[in-house]
């Protein structure tokens, strides 16, 4: 498309086919023609998640016994399509939009499905097609034979706050900086949140306007600077000893005076009552005998992170269910910062920096909201793909973690909102420790990390905060090189690390670990 103005059009054409969809939720070719707009605007990802229900809705019109059958066919007009035109078209766009993500291992499984019922020759072509665009992709010369179960299939898509998300709270204003600040009084009474400017991550040397928290008086070294506990967590093993809630470890049964656990699901424990409570009031009613507890579990460790990102969604959204609200306005979400990308319509996409794949960002939400008994058509507007990608990188922005000791696996995680206030630094002043609460501790003179030129002036190094300085916590293991904590933390960073100490070393890349001083902390990186 050609400037500004095609990109008005596209999004004006976007509006109307979510306001078709939401009208009439089984209607297969709403979420046709939007796909199709998708593909126009750039966003493969959310064209292959649209293209998907719509094949799923050509299946309930073709399966009479199926749970959508009357009213995805009391939706669709024989007159306009036949049934297999229709089906083939949805293979087309769903197939080329998962390719043009670069998920080709989905793509072609999908031009196997399709070809099984479709003997027409651009079936065939698809599945050649696929193979083509892969080894050019991949760089691979000649005829060298593929193996289709390794083809990639997790990719980077755009990582941006939509033109079309309202939803977003304005977070530079008076009203949501007081609103913070009042939550603040809980758990860091100590610190206020202030308005700071931080470098662009995504190329260029622009700042944005971002939060930051600050010492509002003296804080001495090993003093907490915050503790805040937290519901929306995640653990990836189905059978273990931790609280549903808050994720902390469940005492020994022969410690544990009473068990707590929800009264219609007994296998759910959780560490006290306070916890139990929390649940029911909060999350647990939504999924409450709901057959959801396989989904994601025990991945393996490729797939660790991204399992564990997935059941922060899957909690997001009985967080949502239960509460009667939309998940990104959520008190626990609505805060954060997902690390995007502010492109403006009609001008050119930043580098995709939000991981996706076909599995967790379409295929698992799908059965997710299906075992919750939750209708994935009429539910749309408050359980749409754009939805859960702006969920994900929120996620991916701020969540902490813990791994095994023993395989070095991730196991659990959890969002803090008020903790992930505090912004990224490789030379950070404060650790954090995490078991049930996260706490933020003012690091000691011993557990600063000294660079750089003055990294023997004493006066420099003393420990603790002063008041009007920025609490600066980590998200990489501050004992790499420059190199490799940017590749570390670009993940939640959303792109290179510009803190003071990283622009230094990338100077001064030789220097960068040989001036370097640090012990005793042990709080090496989040998710």
Known sequence: MDGARDAADAFRSLEQCTEDITNDPYNVLHYLTRASTYQKLGYPDLAAGDAYKALLLVDEISDE??????????????????????????????????????????????????????????????ISNILIQYREAAGILGDEELDANKLPDNTMVRREIYPWNKLEPDRNSDEYLSLLNVQLEGVAPKCEVRIVRLPV???????????????????QPGENVLEESSILTANNNLHDTLCDACSAELPQLEEASQHFSCPDCDDIVFCSQECLDTAQELYHPAVCGKDIDSIARDSDSKEASDALYFLLLARAIAMAETQGIHPLELKETSSLWGDFA????????????????????????????????????????KYDFWIFNTLYAKFRGVASGRANARTGKPEVCAVHPLWCLANHSCAPNVSWKWSGDIKLIAR???????????????????????????ILNHYCDIELDVKQRREWASGPLGGDCMCERCIWGAEHEQLDLGDLTIRGVSDKQSM
């Open 65 to 126: 016994s199926g749970e959508y059958h009357d009213l995805a066919q009391a939706s669709f007009d024989e007159s306009e399509w036949e049934l297999a035109k229709l089906q083939t078209a949805v293979y087309g766009i769903l197939i080329q939009s998962l390719t043009d993500c670069k998920c080709f291992r989905s793509a072609l499984t999908f031009a196997r499905q399709r070809k099984r019922t479709d003997q027409q020759p651009d079936a065939v072509e698809a």
């Open 201 to 219: 991550l995504t190329g260029g040397s622009g700042t944005t306007t971002q939060l930051g928290l600050f010492a509002k008086e003296n804080i």
């Open 342 to 381: 502010m492109v403006e319509p009609g001008a050119p996409a930043a580098k995709p920096s939000l991981p996706f794949s076909f599995i967790y960002n379409v295929l698992y939400p799908i059965h997710l909201l299906t075992q919750m008994d939750l209708d994935i058509y009429a539910t749309t507007a």
């Open 444 to 470: 000691r003179s011993d557990q600063l990390c000294r660079w750089g030129p003055r990294k023997d002036d004493g006066e420099k190094w003393k420990g603790g905060i002063k008041a009007g300085e920025e």
